[in-house]
């Protein structure tokens, strides 16, 4: 398996932008497809984004198209997620995962990162 450690969360104001990074090691990462998921205080983990092996395509959720972006560099074993015109209701622990095909579903990711906080102020 890979292993993921994510970064880049923070406290930003409602309108702000932050750039999560996702960080592989382990097995080749460039096998593997990338999504983000996140977690929400009281609320189950949801569907953020999610990008193939190759970065040619690309899955978002409908609450974030338009203001999030994945990209992934398979040179650089690295994954990213640029977060644009941040919402409150966007506060969150947001996790990458990786696994064998490009979903939409948690349970098809085999490996997790330990998460990055985002906080949005309103």
């Known amino acids: 398996q890979v292993q993921l450690v994510e970064s880049g969360g923070g406290l930003v104001q409602a309108g702000g932008s932050l750039r999560l990074s996702c960080a592989a090691s382990g097995r080749t990462f460039s096998m593997y497809a990338m999504g983000w998921f996140r977690q929400a205080p009281g609320k189950e983990r949801e569907f953020v984004a999610a990008?193939?092996?190759?970065?040619?395509?690309?899955y978002y959720a409908d609450s974030v198209k338009g203001r999030f972006t994945i990209s992934r560099d398979n040179a650089k074993n690295a994954g990213n997620l640029q977060i644009n015109s941040l919402k409150p209701q966007d506060t969150a622990v947001y996790y990458c995962?990786?696994?064998?095909?490009?979903?939409?579903?948690?349970?098809?990711?085999?490996?997790w990162g330990q998460g990055t906080q985002v906080t949005v102020s309103s």
């Open positions: 995962a990786a696994g064998p095909f490009v979903s939409t579903k948690s349970a098809d990711f085999r490996s």
């Open positions: 990008i193939n092996w190759s970065g040619r395509n690309t």
